[in-house]
């Protein structure tokens, strides 16, 4: 089956320690992207990928970093510069702008507490 | 710039009644506009996408959309809710303001569906 997965479903971690949060997928997409999901706020973009070995910033980038050094992967860091990163993250892939099809696919997500 | 507001952040019905959620949007250009359900800590599933073609757009589980310019709305419809459409929507525009994909989230509508 294609999709989207993230792993782990839950991660809790001790401020001041760094924190990578794995998406892998298998839907031949170019383009990827990492979001952070709070309570009543909706989704806030933080880092997207284009394509291979290149990256750009969101909305909210300070105090994460990711690399793509694989089409399949994309993988987020939370530093210990991010000031609240308790939060629920989601990876979505979609096919290269200027195509017909450039809907969004979501991964399941991934739970991250710090405390 | 793009942007989108839902009008409600909770929505509580009855099953077997109609269902409406409510988005505004703002645009500079012809928008393309989607709306995506998430369940309880799971990642957003794509319910129906608007494009320009058809203002009204018929999605998966019974949901429906209509994009009508003159009231810069794209509300959801669903004629009988179900006890499994408890979930929260997000009603989404795509970003035109560079050559990418990014999508503009609204800050999201939880229904609740009483039995």
């Known amino acids: 089956d294609g999709g989207i997965t993230q792993s782990p479903k839950y991660l809790f971690r001790k401020e001041g320690q760094n924190v990578t949060l794995s998406c892998e997928q298998n839907?031949?997409?170019?383009?990827m992207y990492w979001y952070r999901q709070d309570p009543g706020q909706g989704l806030r973009l933080i880092y997207y990928?284009?394509?291979?070995?290149?990256?750009q910033k969101g909305d909210i980038a300070e105090g994460y970093s990711v690399s793509r050094e694989k089409k399949e992967s994309f993988p987020l860091t939370v530093t210990s510069a991010q000031k609240n990163p308790t939060a629920f993250y989601l990876c979505?892939?979609?096919?290269?702008?200027?195509?017909?099809?450039?809907?969004?696919?979501f991964g399941p997500g991934t739970r991250l507490t710090v405390t | 710039a793009q942007s989108v507001t839902q009008l409600d952040s909770h929505v509580s019905v009855s099953e077997g009644t109609p269902v409406l959620l409510r988005c505004n949007y703002s645009?500079?250009?012809?928008?393309?506009l989607f709306w995506y359900v998430q369940h309880p800590n799971k990642g957003l599933q794509l319910l129906l996408k608007?494009?320009?073609?058809?203002?009204l757009v018929k999605g998966i589980n019974g949901f429906e959309a209509e994009f009508k310019k003159s009231e810069t709305s794209f509300h959801l419809t669903k004629p009988s809710a179900h006890m499994s459409d408890a979930a929260e929507y997000f009603c989404?525009?795509?970003?035109?303001?560079?050559?990418?994909?990014?999508?503009?989230f609204g800050t999201g509508t939880l229904l609740a569906v009483q039995p």
């Open positions: 979505a892939s979609s096919t290269r702008p200027g195509t017909d099809s450039y809907e969004q696919y």
């Open positions: 839907l031949n997409h170019d383009a």
């Open positions: 990928s284009q394509i291979v070995n290149d990256f």
């Open positions: 645009s500079s250009y012809s928008p393309s």
């Open positions: 608007y494009t320009s073609a058809a203002t």
């Open positions: 989404v525009v795509r970003d035109y303001g560079g050559a990418t994909n990014k999508l503009i």
